[in-house]
Nanobody, 128 residues
Framework: QLQLVESGGGLVQPGGSLTLSCTTS????????IGWFRQAPGKEREGVSG????????YYADSVKGRFTISTDYAKNTVNLQMNSLKPEDTAVYYC?????????????????????WGKGTLVTVSS
């Protein structure tokens, strides 16, 4: 069974940067598409970004496009989310999730269906 552990969350000022990491174990990372989701207090879960295991294609929600970058480090079995120019509205618990096979990454992340495994999340707070 795949296990996912998020790290890298914390408190950052508006305009600052953080890098979140999703470290996997149990199966080779290239068996899964990986996505990042977030949930702010009182709001629904939102798909933020994802990366395909078949062709490396990526997806970003409009709210983070141009500010966030997703990447895979196969040597470390880790998927990173580099977050720049952070805004208070980016405050949320961030979760990584994995889907077996090679699903369409845009459909997977934008709809949030078909994810097989989830991490427990890491809190990101953007505040002055």
């Amino acid at each position: 069974q795949l296990q996912l552990v998020e790290s890298g969350g914390g408190l950052v000022q508006p305009g600052g940067s953080l890098t979140l990491s999703c470290t996997t174990s149990g199966f080779p990372l290239d068996y899964y598409a990986i996505g990042w989701f977030r949930q702010a207090p009182g709001k629904e879960r939102e798909g933020v970004s994802g990366i395909s295991n078949s062709d490396g294609s990526t997806y970003y929600a409009d709210s983070v496009k141009g500010r966030f970058t997703i990447s895979t480090d196969y040597a470390k079995n880790t998927v990173n989310l580099q977050m720049n120019s952070l805004k208070p509205e980016d405050t949320a618990v961030y979760y990584c999730a994995a889907a077996r096979g090679s699903p369409n990454i845009e459909v997977l992340i934008s709809l949030g269906n078909g994810l097989d495994y989830w991490g427990k999340g890491t809190l990101v707070t953007v505040s002055s």
